[in-house]
Structures are given as C-alpha cells and as structure tokens.
C-alpha cells in the first residue's frame, strides 16, 4: 500500500506544479546567440553581419505598432511561417527555438497558445526592449 501511496502523492505533486513562463533575460540569451550577429546586441539591425545582407535586418525595438506588440506577427517571422512572402528575406529558420516544453502565451486574439519555451522567451525579450 505503501508505494501507491507514494505514486499518487507524486503524481498530484506533478499536477500541481505551474509552467513558470520566461523572463526577458532568458529571451536575451536565445537572441544574443542566435540574432545578434545580424541584428546586433541591442536589436537595432546593425549586428555585424548586416552589411552583408542584401536586405538591412530590421530595427526589432520597433515592432509595437500604435504602442501594442504584434506577438502573433512576431511569432510567424521568427518560426519561418510569414517570412514566405518577406521580400529579400534571409533569416533562417531557427528549429531548435520550436522544440521542448511548451508554455501557454496570449496572442494578439486572447487566445492561449502553446508555444515551445524558447520561442516564448525570445518573444518575450523582444516584448521587453521595445521604444514606444
């Protein structure tokens, strides 16, 4: 009776348990490794990379349209699923930001989406260091 006793307190241990959601310098580190060669440290397009490309990355301090953040849009550009039609688009799909586990992020609709972890906390890095 003993260890079943032990598995079911384990295992409403686990339910109890709440998805912590990232913090900005989670996020930091993600873009610090992955973005900041094209879209230098501070997210402005100037990574040293840039002038390479044939399109300027763009300033990502500035993606709040009338003071709200397009996280929905933000999303789509960052997993590959809107940059089809992105003239000129050179950023490469970052697959290791869509695995691991998911946390629910509120879209532009108010819906909760899962949303794998690291992708979240890069949006939510992005969020942080926008100029209204």
Sequence with gaps: MKPVFHL???GLAACSTQISMPEPREGQALFAENCASCHGTTGRGDGPWASD???RPPDLT???DGGKFPRVRVLSVIDGYHRANLQGQEMPEFGL???GETVPIETDDGV???TPRPLAALLVYLESI???
């Design 62 to 64: 500035k993606l709040s």
């Design 97 to 99: 930001l869509l695995e």
């Design 8 to 10: 079911i307190f384990l």
């Design 53 to 55: 490309l044939s399109t």
């Design 130 to 132: 926008q100029e209204y």
């Design 112 to 114: 909760l989406t899962p």
